[in-house]
């Protein structure tokens, strides 16, 4: 459990912030926000992070384009190592939503996202990825998947040998 300030000097109070991920090792907090991006107004959701040094939180950081679209980035998710998890609404994918990656480089910078592909991502929309600190398993929300309850379900699937496994609606 990480003791967060009461108040945070990078909280927004003309944008909005939302789903909050709390690194596991908590020096780090993700988020999605519409924040101008260097002076230029968002309508988009993008990914943010900032960094707690000494019991404080930094400035927000844009998590640039390898990330962010033009199209809205949710719910971070983060390893302990440090790749990022996150669904995103951008062309090219399966279905409306999916699923995305992107490991940090040398630098802790995120150059790329990858589509985390089939059998994860469906013709169906999954987002709301949570990722296991050590990346072994994945809970994320499908909507209308074939093989689901109803409407909306949380699936897990496994990292194998041959990547992700077969999605179980929980």
């Keep these: 459990r990480t003791n967060l300030p009461i108040s945070m000097p990078c909280s927004s109070t003309a944008t909005s912030d939302i789903d909050p991920f709390v690194a596991p090792d908590g020096s780090r907090l993700f988020f999605a926000s519409i924040r101008p991006v260097e002076g230029v107004e968002r309508k988009d959701l993008n990914l943010w992070m900032v960094e707690r040094v000494d019991d404080r939180w930094g400035e927000p950081?844009?998590?640039?384009?390898?990330?962010?679209?033009?199209?809205?980035?949710?719910?971070?998710?983060?390893?302990?190592?440090?790749?990022?998890?996150?669904?995103?609404?951008?062309?090219?994918?399966?279905?409306?939503?999916?699923?995305?990656?992107?490991?940090?480089?040398?630098?802790?910078?995120?150059?790329?996202?990858?589509?985390?592909?089939?059998?994860?991502?469906?013709?169906?929309?999954?987002?709301?990825?949570?990722?296991?600190?050590?990346?072994?398993?994945?809970?994320?929300?499908a909507l209308n998947r074939p093989g689901g309850a109803g409407a909306g379900d949380i699936y897990l699937s496994r990292t194998t040998d041959s990547g992700w496994s077969e999605p179980e609606p929980l």
């Design 61 to 141: 950081v844009y998590l640039g384009d390898g990330v962010n679209s033009e199209r809205d980035e949710l719910y971070p998710s983060v390893t302990a190592d440090g790749v990022l998890y996150f669904g995103s609404d951008r062309p090219g994918g399966h279905g409306g939503w999916d699923i995305y990656r992107a490991a940090p480089d040398e630098s802790g910078a995120y150059p790329v996202a990858e589509n985390l592909g089939v059998p994860v991502n469906s013709a169906a929309w999954e987002f709301n990825p949570t990722i296991a600190p050590d990346g072994s398993q994945l809970l994320f929300t």
